[in-house]
């Protein structure tokens, strides 16, 4: 008995020690960037981020110049003022912003109403339409770059928010709908029914009724595509172009990595910027998150 | 007589009136919606304002541009008459839906069949030259074998990692289980490019002497060993961006095995302890074949993002130094080189190698809930 016991002990240690030491390893990338953020350029630039056990020296330099418009002025450890170009990631964000809120929103709204249509109208070669939309999940979105941007290009569209609202609608649509389908069909026929009798028109009900209780699979479509959006990178290289009036986050630290490829306090504190948002995100509504990210697990 | 001239007379009007309050509806509104989103958009376009006011208006624009788009047809086939109505309305709901579709999908797979048989210009058939290309340029071969890597190493460490997490986790007390879950998730919450940076600073390199700011370098030096530029060397620098990958996605793992491993029935598991079978034998011979669909579905969902791999590489070596996946000889094709042909030549070999993965993939998902 003592030894099974023994035995017990032993497996947890293992079990536990293992887990410390994973996520030990999981943390070191997020913790190293965030403290490199933290330390003035000359630390960053010179000496690993663990020696700030020894000689901790913070500042929040990084995330101003990489925050503010063109110049800025810091004030250096010596206590004089200097005058850097500043980084302009304000305009960055808010372009992120700009293009993730409707490029969230429209997807949601065009496919939870043809979800509806599909679910619960009649129409002809309905099936057919249903089975195209599905299939169309297989079509890799880079198939779809190079027609689309010569269409934007005689359109003169290339650069506009409409243009990259619609990309993401386009690829963002299949699974919505798919998803969407899914969950409207489930809804008891009872319920749609008895709306109908009372006169509802289909508008009122797909309005009162169909979105308020497709509200848990419209929440965690909502994430995944604020994710997906948020954090895309070639759709927006491809559809907004390198004009900087327009550049959304991830553009931006990926021209700073080009532009200050060594400087290490502005990369760690422009890659954070870009994760700001979707960190309190996961944070504040995590099982929402998490189901979001598996609902879209199979994006193509 | 003159009463019933009267009453004729007034249904007439009343008659009239409706229809001019129809013919309002249905043409001046949209007219007028017309004009004030064309003027938004030249507005919006000059983008000489505020910019948080600008933001503000774009995203009110776009928004509202849809949803008003929706309120209006619908309220202009309310107004047909019935059979009209009933025929029309479910377009009203689907158009815009199948509009988009064919325009962002359903015509782009067929543009870009015929654009892989055209020169760079798109102008004239060059039969099978873009696919001569896709198969035999050094580059592409190189592509392929880095994408064959990410794709076997990438998937099969992921979700044996996410395999061995879930397991141990599932044997820890709740809150410590919920913790180590949220960790190894939260990198899925991070761009790829944001990743990158992380990881272009793990693998950072200074010249040998220095004091090294990379953690990887660091180690190395640490252990007497020389600094390395690590994103430099091939292979190894497309195996250390695969440890990006797997340090994002394995969260992604983690999750999806470990709600299929609580689903194990407990007395399966309780029976093959009495049948004298070990904790090892128990993992491979009840619960493996028992949560097989989820690692099938979590082995393809990460396969397809193999294939697709485009940001790590972009954000880390640019494809420089033999690192170039189909992903990124593509953009080059397409925009540096701006030949139309060839790269939609790739993005066909795409769309055939994604094909089979994906039907597979939804053919799971079916007998899934979301």
Known sequence: ?300 | MSEQTEILGRRVGSELLTWLYRIVLSVVVPVVFFIVMRAGFIWLRRGNANQVLIAAVAILWGIGGFAMLYVIANSIVEQLPDEWKSALLPFVFVGPALAILSWYLVMPVVRSLVNSFQDAAAESFVGLDNYVYAFTERVMLEAFRNNVLWLVLGTSVTVALGLLIAVLADRTVGPFETAVKSLIFLPMAISFIGAGVIWRFMYAFRPAGTAQVGVLNAIRVALGGEPVGWLTIAPTNTLLMIVVLIWMQTGFAMVILSAALKGVPQELLEAGRIDGANEVQIFFRIMIPYIQGSIVTVSTSILLLTLKIFDIVWAMTGGQFSTSVIGTVFWRQMFTFRHNGRASAIAMVLLVLVIPVMWYNLQQLEQEAF
């Open chain 1, 1 to 300: 008995m003592g030894s099974t016991r023994r035995q017990t002990l032993i497996g947890n240690i293992l079990v536990y020690g293992a887990l410390i030491i994973i996520c030990i390893v999981w943390s070191v990338p997020t913790i190293g960037t965030l403290i490199t953020s933290l330390r003035p350029a000359d630390d960053a630039k010179t000496t690993g981020w663990w020696t700030v056990v020894n000689e901790p020296n913070f500042t929040f330099n990084a995330y101003r110049q990489v925050l503010a418009g063109k110049e800025t002025t810091i004030v250096t450890e010596e206590g004089e003022e200097q005058t850097v170009s500043g980084q302009g990631m304000t305009q960055a964000f808010l372009n992120s912003l700009t293009v993730t809120i409707p490029a969230v929103a429209i997807p949601l709204l065009v496919a939870a109403t043809a979800a509806y249509a599909f679910a619960w109208m009649e129409f002809p070669a309905r099936r057919m339409f249903f089975v195209i939309v599905i299939a169309l999940l297989v079509v890799p979105l880079q198939i779809a770059l190079v027609p689309i941007f010569r269409d934007y290009r005689a359109l003169n569209l290339n650069g506009t928010w409409l243009a990259i609202w619609l990309a993401h609608t386009g690829f963002g649509l299949p699974l919505s709908i798919y998803l969407l389908y899914n969950y409207i069909s489930t809804i008891p026929r009872d319920i749609l029914e008895s709306a109908f009798i009372d006169g509802a028109s289909q508008f009122t009900m797909f309005t009162r009724l169909i979105l308020p209780l497709s509200i848990p699979a419209l929440a965690s479509l909502t994430i995944f595509q604020f994710v997906w959006v948020w954090n895309d990178f070639l759709v927006a290289l491809t559809f907004l172009g390198t004009n900087e009036e327009v550049a959304v986050l991830t553009q931006y630290l990926q021209s700073l990595i080009g532009e200050r490829g060594s400087d290490w306090h502005l990369l760690t504190a422009g890659a954070f910027v870009t994760m700001l948002l979707p960190l309190v995100v996961f944070f504040s509504l995590q099982r929402f998150f998490v189901r979001g990210m598996m609902a879209g697990s199979v994006k193509g």
